[in-house]
Nanobody
Framework: VQLQASGGGLVRAGGSLRLSCAAS????????MGWFRRAPGMEREFVAA???????TTYADSVKGRFTISRDDANTLYLQMNSLKPEDTAVYYC??????????????WGQGTQVTVSS
């Protein structure tokens, strides 16, 4: 599956952004998907994941209650980010893997999209 992320940008603290990730491939519905991020000088970290049918979601504690992951039938993954904080500044990556849920390191990755939150 090929993944194309978009929607990043510069926003003030407390603001919102919506990331999108367009997936292509005939077996889209067979993939669990998720978002990861890498802040400057930091390791890549998990942000959120959604099961292949969209019925199950998981979040990192740092974004729980502020971010919402979703997917639609048009082969697109979303990440709605509200109440953004400067510490959310990072390059955000969408990812996918075979199977119903995301476990371990995903096999497929999109290019990153930069999110910058100013204080």
């Amino acid at each position: 599956v090929q993944l194309q992320a978009s929607g990043g940008g510069l926003v003030r603290a407390g603001g919102s952004l919506r990331l999108s990730c367009a997936a292509s491939g005939r077996t889209y519905r067979r993939y669990a998907m998720g978002w990861f991020r890498r802040a400057p000088g930091m390791e890549r970290e998990f942000v959120a994941a959604i099961s292949w049918r969209g019925g199950s979601t998981t979040y990192a504690d740092s974004v729980k209650g502020r971010f919402t992951i979703s997917r639609d039938d048009a082969n697109t993954l979303y990440l709605q980010m509200n109440s953004l904080k400067p510490e959310d500044t990072a390059v955000y990556y969408c990812a996918a893997d075979n199977g119903p849920v995301l476990i371990g390191t995903p096999s497929y990755w999109g290019q990153g999209t930069q999110v910058t939150v100013s204080s």
